[in-house]
């Protein structure tokens, strides 16, 4: 079963705890320290080059809810999913709300931009998708590959204690006027892969309720693992965060948020 398809046009309402618009400063906090990219609204246009440094890529940028409120900042914004779905719904919002982001189709996997980007960014799990440590690695290169000089990459990360401790072989259920959904989680501790079975029973036109069901499965990385991918991509780390404990990432972090520099090709 694909991911996000029907999950997709429920995705933002089951998800509204997210808590996109902390992400959102903590990003806008990183570039203004260490990054090349600024809004597009107080520095101006510029030139081609001064175009590519203030771009903005939002790899894996699902419905673009952050990619909308980078964009509501003035950052001149890119936003690039795997699912037709989630990116129709990103469209349709951009378009309803006069905003114009270029949204692509893209597996990051096979990354192709026409150009450089100052920032790459990959929030809410995105690279937990990523299940072969030699894809994910080959992630980063084309990342590193894509970021203009001295470019920040910033995504997040499930640690292996998330899955393994915390949300392995637990089921989440959840009852709400339009839709409801069950999320029952196994982890297999051999392949570090953790599986989740989603049943949705969304609400039709006619008010009856229609069962959908989708299978995801994400990888748990421990921050060891993370750094060595992005020694081999040629990439820079300059921090690691626990946003939700605020410190620095450690053994106990379930979501760590990373930062990572271009260095050379």
Not at 100 to 112: F, T, V
Not at 134 to 151: A, D, I, S
């Amino acid at each position: 079963m694909s991911c996000y398809g029907d999950f997709a046009y429920v995705y933002d309402e089951l998800m509204d705890t997210t808590p996109y618009g902390e992400w959102c400063d903590y990003i806008k906090g990183i570039l203004e320290r260490y990054g090349v990219s600024r809004p597009i609204r107080t520095c101006g246009v510029g030139n081609p080059l001064e175009q590519e440094k203030n771009l903005v890529v939002d790899l894996g940028c699902g419905t673009g809810v952050l990619t909308e409120m980078l964009f509501d900042d003035g950052f001149d914004v890119m936003g690039i999913d795997l699912s037709e779905d989630m990116l129709e719904i990103a469209r349709d919002n951009a378009e309803e709300s006069f905003k114009q982001i270029l949204y692509l189709q893209q597996d990051m996997r096979e990354l192709d931009l026409f150009c450089t980007a100052g920032t790459i960014l990959s929030t809410c799990d995105s690279v937990n998708y990523i299940t072969e440590p030699t894809e994910l690695t080959e992630v980063f290169r084309k990342v590193n590959m894509f970021l203009y000089p001295g470019g920040l990459f910033i995504f997040d990360f499930n640690t292996v204690h998330k899955y393994r401790d915390v949300i392995g072989d637990t089921t989440i259920a959840e009852n709400r006027d339009d839709v409801s959904f069950i999320w029952e989680n196994s982890y297999d501790e051999e392949s570090g892969i953790n599986r989740y079975d989603l049943t949705l029973f969304m609400k039709g036109e006619d008010e009856r309720f229609d069962k959908r069901e989708e299978t995801h499965f994400q990888r748990g990385y421990t921050l060891a693992e993370i750094k060595e991918m992005l020694e081999k991509a040629g990439l820079v780390l300059v921090r690691c965060d626990d946003l939700e404990r605020n410190c620095e990432a450690d053994e106990e972090s379930e979501r760590i948020f990373v930062v990572a520099r271009e260095h050379g090709k």
